[in-house]
């Protein structure tokens, strides 16, 4: 299966690339990590002025009728500058289980805010350290949901939440307005990506999938993100590779450029394959969304490259700049924090080895 963009998506990168570069500014992201309950406006005022926000949702209810793949072309130039909200991930996550599993009535009421931007979706499925428990923590009784969701990206400004539950000892997954509920901001060393708690209290909520489905279904939700995620770590960690390229290429010692250096060169060429296998994965992972059959073993691999990736690429590049790189004006630290971030955030790296591990043996069964 071809690997490469055709010239639409070309154009869309390109135009994604451009346009977010000159919006995103370092120096805005620097003050954000300092500020709890804040994220770049300006950047997700340019998601919604562009059309990313229903990129890959379908024509009828608001949306550009694109794919994941088109979604991932434009996070991945999200990625790359470390955009200030996490709200195109949590959005389209949200927007596809409402489309998915919810009724006509739900679809008309949110898909269409959702894919304009005007509303803002989040995805609460951790508890602890589990990203998709098998029996949560959160109860859904009579309709109403009563308990704590305890970091959930996104969550202090969306208004409308998919949440899995447990009814009866059963997973439920559900979908709460969030007008009302109990947020509570979490500071971390990644502030712009908007994460809280959120506590239940009896809050109203619609019931999307009982039983077992509810599982699976949350499963896929994660899988459809992690791709999404994916394309946004390959993103950041080309950025990486690039800037210690640039870096090594210009920094002289001993009389000549360091990247001369084996130790250097050899971990930057290190940088540019991570990165390569990165892309291909996130890349193979978005074309197979319509194949099921594939598509969740994909998700696994391309979220355990970028992972590997954009962890690697931010460190060495750290390293590569010596003493400048761990400073405040340079600004690698937003990539650094990000890579964290990122790593967890659709579920860690245990979580997806072990899925990638089920799908193996269930074709080898």
């Not at 690997?3 to 451009?18: F, H, K, N, P, W």
């Not at 694109?66 to 949200?94: D, H, M, R, W, Y």
């Not at 640039?246 to 940088?271: C, M, W």
């Amino acid at each position: 299966m071809s690997v490469l963009y055709d010239e639409g998506q070309q154009a869309i990168a390109t135009e994604s690339g451009r346009v977010i570069g000159a919006r995103v500014l370092p120096e805005k992201l620097l003050l954000l990590l300092e500020q709890t309950g804040t994220f770049d406006t300006a950047f997700w005022d340019t998601c919604k002025e562009q059309g990313w926000t229903g990129i890959a949702l379908p024509e009828e209810h608001g949306g550009l009728g694109l794919g994941l793949l088109e979604l991932g072309i434009v996070a991945q130039a999200c990625g790359k500058l470390t955009s200030g909200a996490p709200f195109l991930t949590s959005s389209f996550g949200a927007a596809r289980a409402i489309l998915d599993h919810a009724s006509d009535e739900i679809k008309a009421a949110w898909l269409p805010r959702l894919a304009s931007g005007d509303a803002i979706g989040a995805v609460a499925f951790a508890e602890g350290q589990s990203p998709c428990p098998a029996h949560p923590a959160v109860t859904f009784d009579n309709g109403k949901l009563s308990g704590t969701k305890p970091a959930v990206p996104a969550g202090l400004k969306a208004d409308v939440a998919i949440v899995l539950a447990s009814q009866d000892g059963a997973p439920v997954l559900v979908l709460a307005d969030l007008a009302g509920v109990a947020r509570t901001v979490l500071p971390t060393f990644d502030n712009s990506r908007c994460t809280a708690a959120l506590g239940f209290a009896d809050a109203p909520a619609t019931l999307l999938v009982s039983g077992p489905s509810a599982h699976e279904a949350a499963i896929d939700i994660l899988a459809l993100q992690s791709v999404v995620t994916a394309h946004e770590q390959t993103g950041g960690a080309e950025a990486m590779m690039e800037r210690a390229r640039d870096y090594a290429n210009t920094r002289r010692a001993f009389g000549q450029p360091i990247g001369a250096f084996q130790s250097v060169k050899h971990r930057i060429a290190e940088l540019y394959g991570l990165v390569e296998l990165s892309r291909a994965n996130a890349i193979h992972a978005a074309s197979l969304e319509n194949h099921p059959s594939g598509f969740l073993k994909a998700a696994a691999a391309a979220r355990l490259s970028a992972c590997e990736a954009y962890d690697t690429a931010s460190r060495d590049c750290v390293q590569v700049h010596g003493g400048i790189g761990v400073t405040w004006e340079a600004g690698i630290h937003l990539h650094m924090r990000r890579a964290r971030t990122l790593a967890i955030e659709q579920g860690n790296a245990l979580f997806w080895e072990d899925v990638l591990v089920n799908e193996i043996l269930g074709e080898a069964a």
